[in-house]
């Protein structure tokens, strides 16, 4: 009923005013024929026919027959005349209308949601309206369809030229519309997605050229619209930004799409250098973050090096950029990405792991506070477990597998590193389920997994300046296992420790197992006695180790092990006497802990006898490492690192002694085979040997080849006479 009402006033309202326009034209009408009268023939003349109706202009000319005929001539130009200003009126009143219903759907939308659903036929003009709109871009498309951006089949190299030209001037707007409505096209062209009869792009050039564009100017075109002077500033504040925010969401949707597609990774790294400068815009759409999110975590977890990087900084900017509302989600996707590309590590994935591990702690380094939450929640998963295992033993193998290894490397990682009191609360019950993981299964098949968990020990304690018990876990394997027995396999090639969680039946057999073990029990113990060779406490700290270890020296029977092992030894008595001696004049109490921390800190920065030689060893190791089988490599015989400098003639019966296996021969040299076999290893010349252990010396025969060679010299005697053999047995 209002609706009809509105429509009355609005039909009268424009009667009045055809009626007082008509009054209107009336009264100038009878003017002009007044000012007619009162001319002359020389002023009309003079005049020069000017009317303003062209009926009244006809009727004047002498052309005309008379006054029946110019009156005729004049009515039926006088009705066309207030036909055309009626339906000029109509059409007025119409377009009034409309303008009154928009009105009305701001003001009152209750009401206009009614007129809707009751009264449609007072939105019939505007769906006419709506329909008779596309006929002009039809025809003008038809006109000139190379003018007509929005169709892609068309595109060409000079219309994406213009478009470029476009972006950098003042019609940037504009060009805006038709370049993201193009690049959709082009995006469902390359994804297979679009509808059937929807425009596509053929050319590959035009299409590479219009990826081109989109990914080069976009950026520029929509910050010179917004005027943004630097990235920081929220897009969203702009007053020009819903302008141009239907156009930058359909872009940005069309983009993920695409990298969501791409399988080539230079596209891929394309795309994530364009998603960089489109990150304060994508921060405005939660959707579009989200569906982003995931993907970005895919391409970081399974992609190639570069684009694991570049996907990582995109991660990183858009969860700092809109944090209260991604940050928890990108923790639980990204911790659980690692986690799943942890089940098998090998020394191909071992630096992508690496990565993703410093990146993981990267993220969770942006709020500490719900980092805590997160990283609390999955450390106690680690506790459960371990509680499991120690209460069923058949179920070790849920903590003794990689995932669970990566997962405590993780969090000691990133207490380490972060210095917020929120994570340093998780300091105490991360090392105890770590000691726990070691002290689970001390058998020596795991001794892998138990030097992976002490180095994350070591550098944990060196981090957070906090004393861990890590001594007795090395000195542990020391005792546990015999390096004098002799193994009964060759090992091929040397055992990498650091991709290994536990030996094999048959690499317990191999010579290789010992030189694993005692390479990597040396070298957790040095880590950690450097860290802890400026404390205070040294001289007691080493007193039980200095024991153990003398007890190992006396046991061991390989020279090579004994020589190592006794200049560490001999370093760590030098440092104890140092820090004693450096402890008889200290000028404060030992319950101060700041002037205890800076009497240590004072140590480390002058240096101790420790860190002189672990410079030394660190030098040696890393050169070790790098050095290389090449072409100036040679085979030599070798028995292991139990191989001696020197072998004295009158030794013959030595244990150090290298010589092929032999069955009476009681030696445990791992260089000993059955059949006669030794062990063949690769030694580059260029290598310079330092320990007088790994000099070689020719090899002695062994006991039965001696007892041989005398039969041999008996028989090339020269032979008595008979005479002399009777005064022989005379005597």
Known sequence: ???????????????????????????????????????????????????????????????????HETESAEEPDDS???????SSEEEGNEEDFHKSLDKLKDTDPEFYKFLQENDKDVFEGEEEKETEQPEPADEDSAEDSDDEPSDPSGLSLTQISRWEAALASTQAKSALKEVTAAFRSAVQRATGGGAEGASTIDDPTVFNSLVRLCLNEVPRAVASILKLESSEKDPSRCKRWPQVKGPVKRFLT???????????????????????????????????????????VALWSAGEEEVRVLAFVNLYRLTRRNQAALLDTVLMKAYLAYVKNCAFTSAQSWPHIHLMRRSLVELYSIDPSMSYQRAFLYIRQLAIHLRNAKLDKKKFQVVYNWQYVHCLLLWSAL?????????????????????GTVNLITTSRHYPLRLHVVRALTQLSAATNTFIPVLPLLLQVLHQTDFNKRSSRVSMRPLDLSCMLRFSEAELKENGFRDGVFDGVLSALVEYLHVECCSLAFPELVVLARIQLKEFLSK???????????????????????????????PFELSDLEAVRRWEQERRTEGTPFTAFYELWRARQEKKSSAKPGKDSKISVRAGPDA???VD???????????????DAEDDSEGEQEDGEMVLRLESESDEVEDEGDKLEPLKPSKNKQKKQQKNKKRKRPQQTKAGAKKAKVR
Do not use: W
Request: hydrophobic residues 35%; aromatic residues 4%.
């Open 1 to 67: 009923m209002k609706a009809k009402k509105v429509k009355s006033q609005n039909s009268s309202n424009a009667k009045q005013g055809t009626a007082s326009k008509s009054k209107k034209n009336g009264v100038s009408s009878d003017d002009k024929d007044a000012a007619l009268a009162s001319m002359s023939i020389d002023q009309f003349l003079a005049s020069g026919f000017d009317s303003d109706d062209d009926g009244d202009a006809e009727s004047d000319t002498p052309m005309n027959g008379g006054d």
């Open 80 to 86: 066309s005349g207030e036909e055309e200003e009626e």
């Open 254 to 296: 069309d983009v993920i799409q695409l990298l969501a597609s791409s399988g080539s990774a230079a596209m891929q790294r394309a795309l994530l250098r364009h998603m960089l400068a489109m990150t304060p815009y994508l921060a405005t759409e939660q959707r579009l973050c989200s569906q982003l999110v995931s993907r970005l």
């Open 415 to 435: 207490i380490g590193e972060d210095r917020s009191e929120e994570l340093r609360l998780l300091l105490y019950p991360l090392t105890q389920i770590m000691l």
């Open 556 to 586: 061991c029977k390989v020279r090579t092990y004994n020589q190592q092992m006794k200049e560490v030894l001999d370093k760590i008595k030098a440092n104890a006497e140092h820090l004693d001696a450096r402890r008889q004049t200290l």
């Open 644 to 646: 001696v400098d020197s």
């Open 649 to 663: 003639e009158d030794e013959e019966n030595s244990e150090d002694e290298v010589r092929p296996f032999d069955e």
